[in-house]
T-cell receptor
Framework: DAKTTQPPSMDCAEGRAANLPCNHSTISGNEYVYWYRQIHSQGPQYIIHGLKNNETNEMASLIITEDRKSSTLILPHATLRDTAVYYCCQTGANNLFFGTGTRLTVIP | DTAVSQTPKYLVTQMGNDKSIKCEQNLGHDTMYWYKQDSKKFLKIMFSYNNKELIINETVPNRFSPKSPDKAHLNLHINSLELGDSAVYFC???????????????FGQGTRLTVV
């Protein structure tokens, strides 16, 4: 069973922000939240991660709630190439548990 | 150079056979993983190895036996293959985490196993 839960699918208009939510209510104090995406059946690709603070990199932003029970991945300007399955994960020292994934479809 | 490479990419075999999937990483990482992705796209961790030692075995049948000859390799051997073993298997590697699990994992391109 997945430790994180995500909506199964979402659509986003090209050029608009895509906001992908994730619930991780069982996350412990030393576990990080990671986001990966998978395009077609390729290997998962790292996007971003965080512990408590919000994070931003060249790909996305990650907003983590103060109680750390949920987070949102933001793709600020979605393109057609961002169409993929996005996985929210929680990770400890030697594990990396994937969520159920959200299939994001970017619509022209 | 490919960071995490798996061979073969595709594997079709009959029920009851024994097969192996190889994984190599050239990143100098200490931790390696095997994941199984089923038809519903759920990625389930199977094994975690840290510097050639088994750390996690997520209730995987003992027909599955990982072998790590050195920390750059983690091969997966499967005995007596069953129809339900059909899936895509991903290998991944990650630096040693220490007290903070704040480094990313790198994944191979997957091995699509079809048991007929």
């Amino acid at each position: 069973d997945a430790k994180t839960t995500q909506p199964p699918s979402m659509d986003c208009a090209e050029g608009r922000a895509a906001n992908l939510p994730c619930n991780h209510s069982t996350i412990s104090g030393n576990e990080y939240v990671y986001w990966y995406r998978q395009i077609h059946s390729q290997g998962p690709q790292y996007i971003i991660h965080g512990l408590k603070n919000n994070e931003t990199n060249e790909m996305a932003s990650l907003i983590i709630t103060e109680d750390r029970k949920s987070s949102t991945l933001i793709l600020p300007h979605a393109t057609l190439r961002d169409t993929a399955v996005y996985y929210c994960c929680q990770t400890g020292a030697n594990n990396l548990f994937f969520g159920t994934g959200t299939r994001l479809t970017v619509i022209p | 150079d490919t960071a995490v490479s798996q061979t073969p990419k595709y594997l079709v075999t009959q029920m009851g056979n024994d097969k192996s999937i190889k994984c190599e990483q050239n990143l100098g990482h200490d931790t390696m993983y095997w994941y199984k992705q089923d038809s519903k796209k759920f990625l389930k961790i199977m094994f975690s190895y840290n510097n050639k030692e088994l750390i996690i075995n997520e209730t995987v049948p003992n027909r599955f036996s990982p072998k790590s000859p050195d920390k750059a390799h983690l091969n997966l051997h499967i005995n007596s293959l069953e129809l339900g073993d059909s899936a895509v298997y991903f290998c991944a590697s990650r630096p040693r985490q220490g007290q903070r699990s704040n480094t990313e994992a790198f994944f191979g391109q997957g091995t699509r196993l079809t048991v007929v």
